[in-house]
């Protein structure tokens, strides 16, 4: 459309200069008019750009407030908890008696009032450990150095500690929550103190808004992080630094900033926790807090660059629309102003928005004493599904579940009377019909008729305990699998490993004829790998029966000095072998509280490695000392010592010191063992080396007044008046004589030595021994000449000898009229066999029979082989029925009764005959791998003259207690 000019218009074709020039001037006001409204755009969002800025960092502040208000609430809720159990007079009344036991019940107590007590524990007010939950070794260690001691004895009130890794359990992070206990008078008189878990308090803010605050960090008053998203249970302790924002909050400041950290932008909100002196900090990205600024600012783009293709074509028509000139100008502020709404708009959303998300981490709500919601925040929504709505609109009670209503308007009544309701439980229903498990704290107002109350979603803790219950049954029906399997093996890997040693020991006799040097040098083999893998055996059971719990100590006092002698003697060829020194110190008056054959074992095994690592001519000592209460032992050795590397590992299971094909042989499990059986007892096995230097292991336990002596019971091999028999040892080597010596007594015999060859007749003629043992290497004269002697002479011409040398001339001694002849070195049940035969040709002993009850027929056979070949009559039973048969015809002298029997088990044998007047005291030694409780212990040791175990040197006992019941008999022998 053109200008009209003149009153006329324009003609066709022709543009009118004035209308161009119109144009022209309207379309460089136009320009002139983009200018300022582009930059009032960009003005008005870098206005609103601060805006929101300032928004973000109030709410960061907000959620700063929100951590401290949560930590200053569990942190008073778990002191409240700790003060109310120290006020409890059962509690003072308990410390003052130190009642443990009682103390221990109350402790759990405070772990089920709040879960995050890893620990819960007394001490003396000089800091030492008298008590915890759940049970650790610390027990008795003092504590004085920890923030926690010096913060509550300050001022005898209740403090929380700094951060720090407590030293019971897998040494996690935590903080202590420390209270006095007072007497009645109000004067402390020690501190309960409960380790908070940092991993329980660090997983309440991971849950809030599904890991919508992955930016939180609490510190304590050190500037250590005591919650974190990056920082474990297990994590060192981290010192956290904010550009100084730390410092402000623990000044007791707060408020919000935008600092750059790392090179990035971050909004920080800091708030303190003055109760603590701890801080709680909510930082994020600023790109993350700006995130409506940029969306803002991308709607300003959009918009101008409409704002500029409008007014880019607005003037490209104003040299045509002059006209409407006015009506597009009335257009432009018409959209100015709706931009404006638009952007007013745009802020009070937002301002709602930021105020509906300000969420706690738990669902909060207001309900009336009519049983209705008045206002609930949006985290029901998101736990239950349910509308706020929905959940205004109908009473509470329709949402609980039915089995849990009753108890709900119990609770709620209670309400109404003004009570507080701490930690009640009850589950709501979702709205995709299942339910959730809800956890409530609760506090009305009787005032406004109101009662305000926060709940938990506890419903995957409660599945986490189902499980763990679930997981406590399989483990405890596997063990009871492995304890059946174990036992079952036990007797089938026993049971036929005695018979090969048994056998093993016969064929080395030479009795069923003579053997070669490989002959001998392969059942030698056969002997040391069967007593290897019996002992790994008996280790592994030992093992599992305490992992399992189910090793039973036998509590006594136990003299140190005769416990060291036991064991030494038990290892004396073996230290003997290496010429070791051995040192004992230990005076007659100390006795420990302990499980005799448990505590011989612990310093057999300490006392074996010892011998084993230390190089041949070293010196061993074993040391005893009473400190207060216990008795600390000592088995030092003077061998290369362990390094330190190794020092971390030698009381695991199966790791030997040195594992190479020259190592020194061994299980691996001796250590291990000992370990857990000094632990049983209540002590800490240690250790104390250094490469070069030697090592030293020590442990503890508990200090008893001095106990007598243990006579043991006299062991006499008598003859048929009824005296004991008597040898005589003629040998002028000392060390030999003491070796026969001891070898003799040890089986019950009455021994003379004589070291003077020429007095060997009149000795024998005035002491009428039973046997004489004698050697041929003697000075001044020699054995033949003392032999000749002895047969010679009318009054000592009966007495059996027995020819015992290193010269090898057996036709010699019988010649002469030797009865018996062994060739040096004598093993003592080669030298004991010989004694027997000779008392038994010589009529010292009675017929006597026994019967041997086993179902096994190696041990059987070696059992019955073994008393044959030393002078019994043998009668043998391979099931219970085929004995009880036995005993009904004919009593024998003595039964040897296994007690796990196919038909008729042990127990009921012995039972029957303990019953019956004619066998109620018949002999019954029990020979059993059967592995036994405390109470089938006693029993069977109120109603057996012996109890051996299989898996013990069980074949000398047998013999030794068998001649001390029913002595030998003879036995022709074709």
Known sequence: MSVVQGGKMPLPGKIDPRAGRGAWLLALLLFLFILPLMGGTYWMYLQSAKEIEKRELQGDLVRARTLAAIVDKDLTSAETILTSIADRSSLRDDWARRNLPSIDLQLQEARRFEPAFLFASVYETNGTLRAIVPSDPIVGQNFANRDWYRGVTAGWQPYVSEVYRTAAGSRPLVVAVAVPIRDEHGNPVGILMATYSLADLAAKFNSIEKGGWEGFVIVDQHGVAAASPEIQSQSEPVSISLSGLVGRALSNA????????????????????PRLGWAALYQRPASQ??????????????????????????????????????????????????????????????????????????????????????????????????????????????????????????????QAEGLDAIRFENR???????????????????????????ARDITELKRTREALVVAKNDAERSNRFKDQFLSTMSHELRTPLNAVLGFSDLLREDRYGPLNEKQHRYLNHIVTGGKHLLRLINDILDLSRIEAGRLQLALENVRVDQAFAEACD??????????????????????????????????????????KFTPEGGKIELAAN?????????????????????????????????????????????????????????????????????????????????????????????????????????EDDRAAAMLLETQL??????????????????????????????????????????????????????????????????????????????????????????????????????????????????????????????????????????ARAKVAKSVPE??????SLPDVSGFELLAQWRGNPSTADMPVFVLTNKELTLEEKEYLRANSAALLQKKDRWQEMLFRQLKKAVPPALVEKS
């Open 745 to 882: 007594l040890s089986a019950g015999y009455l021994v003379t030595v004589c070291r003077e060859p020429e007095r060997a007749v009149e000795m024998a003629i005035e002491l009428q021994p039973a046997a004489v043992t004698m050697d041929i290497v003697m000075r001044p004269i020699n054995g033949w000449q003392v032999l000749t002697a002895l047969k010679s002479d009318r009054r000592t011409a009966h007495i059996p000898v027995i020819v015992v040398t290193i010269v090898d001339q057996p036709s010699t001694g019988a010649l002469l009229g030797a009865d018996e002849y062994i060739v040096k070195p004598v093993e003592k049940l080669v030298l004991l066999a010989s004694v027997d035969r000779c008392l038994s040709r010589s009529g010292h002993t009675g017929l006597q029979s026994v019967l041997v009850v086993e179902d096994h027929p190696p041990t059987r056979e070696f059992v019955a082989e073994s008393l044959m070949h030393r002078g019994y009559l043998v009668d043998i039973a391979a099931d219970g029925a085929t």
């Open 428 to 454: 709501y229903l979702c709205k995709d019909g299942s339910y959730r498990w809800l956890m409530w704290n609760a506090s009305p107002s009787l005032k406004d008729r109101l009662i305000y109350a926060t």
């Open 289 to 414: 807090a700006l995130a409506p600024a940029v969306r803002l600012k991308s709607q300003f783009r959009s918009v101008s660059i409409y704002l500029l293709l409008i007014y880019l074509l607005t003037t490209a028509f104003a040299a045509l629309l002059v006209r409407r000139e006015a009506r597009l100008l009335a257009a432009n502020q018409e959209l100015n102003q709706e931009l404006g709404k638009q952007i007013t708009e745009a802020k009070r959303s937002r301002e709602e928005l930021d105020n509906y998300f300000m969420l706690s981490i738990d669902l909060l709500c207001i309900a009336g004493i009519d049983g209705y919601f008045k206002r609930v925040n949006p985290a029901w929504e998101k736990v239950l599904g349910w509308s706020t709505n929905a959940l205004l609109s109908r009473p509470y009670t329709e949402f609980i579940h039915p089995e849990d209503r009753e108890r709900t308007a119990l609770e709620a009544g209670r």
């Open 570 to 611: 038990t290892l004396h060829p073996l230290i003997s072998k290496k010429k070791h020194v051995v040192i004992k110190h230990a005076t007659p008056e100390l006795s420990v509280r302990a499980d005799g054959m448990r505590l011989k074992q612990i310093l057999m095994n300490l006392l074996g490695n010892a011998v």
């Open 626 to 730: 009473r400190v207060g209460d216990l008795v600390r032992m000592e088995v030092r050795d003077s061998g290369p010592g362990i390094p330190p590397g190794e020092q971390k590992r030698i009381f695991e299971a199966f790791y030997r010191l040195g594992q190479n094909a020259k190592g020194p042989e061994g299980t691996g499990l001796g250590l291990s063992i000992t370990q857990r059986l000094v632990e049983l007892h209540g002590g800490h096995l240690g250790l104390e080396s250094h490469p070069g230097s030697g090592s030293c292991f020590h442990f503890t336990l508990p200090f008893v007044a001095s106990v007598e002596p243990r006579e043991e019971p006299e062991i006499e091999h008598k003859s048929e008046d009824g005296a004991v028999a008597k040898i005589l040892v003629v």
């Open 254 to 273: 707060e408020g919000s900033d935008r600092v750059r950290i790392d090179g990035q932008d971050r909004f920080v909100g800091f708030a303190p926790i």
């Open 894 to 899: 003595l039964v040897i009764l296994d007690l």
